[in-house]
């Protein structure tokens, strides 16, 4: 583990790492020992129709320490990394920030710089959607189709609807980004680095937990208005348990798929977090 002390207390420390790896319990410490801000580095955290199953703190932890970003955006709102990156822009001031999550392009666009592309219009997204992504992919610019991965859906509809919308590839974007809010070398940069067993035994555990403290009745709070193509609606273990109140499955059968889920996200977490986090300082986990 990192000593916390030797943490400066006048620079913003970032704390990436794939789910229940413990980096909310490692932010809360810096926070209570030097001083700071929690702020959400979470794609799915800053929805508000999720609280149990997104894994959000709890009163303690909002007690304990000032927190920032969780829960504040509708379960229908449009909310990107562009809205994220404005977010946390206007909450840096006077105290620091200890930003903290698993969504690793928050990070990169914090510490790399953002492009300012235009809002995609709604007809274009539409028209997306209906399209197959071979056709997605094949009408990508070169540049662009280079740099991103091509069996990722989102990524590749993104660059598309980009392209449709401003006849400008995201490459093309990405070449004229600005400068970061919070440049690299400007920070304490911490990535958690954990055995494959110890998290996995982790993502099974807290799981159970998230049982316990009612991540059944959130699903059913939402299932009314359940539509998978939603952002908000791609909290891991929420489409498991949405099929169990349908009848689908067991509720036994959720939570393993659930877990499945969670610990197939966390291996995706950790092959980007190695790719991408080379200059980070790595957290070792048991």
Known sequence: MIDIASIP????????????????????????????????????????????????????DLEAAPHHLYGHVAWDAPYSVGHWLRNVAALIGEERPIIVGGTGLYFRALTEGLAEIPPTPAEIRALADSRPLEDLIAALDPGTAAGIDLNNRARVQRAWEVLTATGKGLAEWQADTPAPLLPLAECTALVMDAQVEWLNARIAGRFDLMLDRGALAEAEANWSRW???????????????????????????ARQAAIIASRQYAKRQRTWFRARMGDWTPVRLP
């Open 9 to 60: 207390a006048d620079r913003p420390v970032l704390i990436a790492g794939p789910t229940a790896s413990g980096k909310s319990a490692l932010a809360l410490t810096i926070a209570q020992t030097g001083g700071g801000v929690i702020v959400n580095a979470d794609a799915l955290q800053v929805y508000g129709n999720w609280h149990v199953l997104t894994a959000r703190p709890d009163a303690a």
């Open 227 to 253: 539509d998978p193509g939603l952002p908000s609606m791609r909290a891991i273990g929420a489409p498991e348990l949405i099929a169990h109140l349908r009848g689908e499955i067991t509720l036994e059968a």
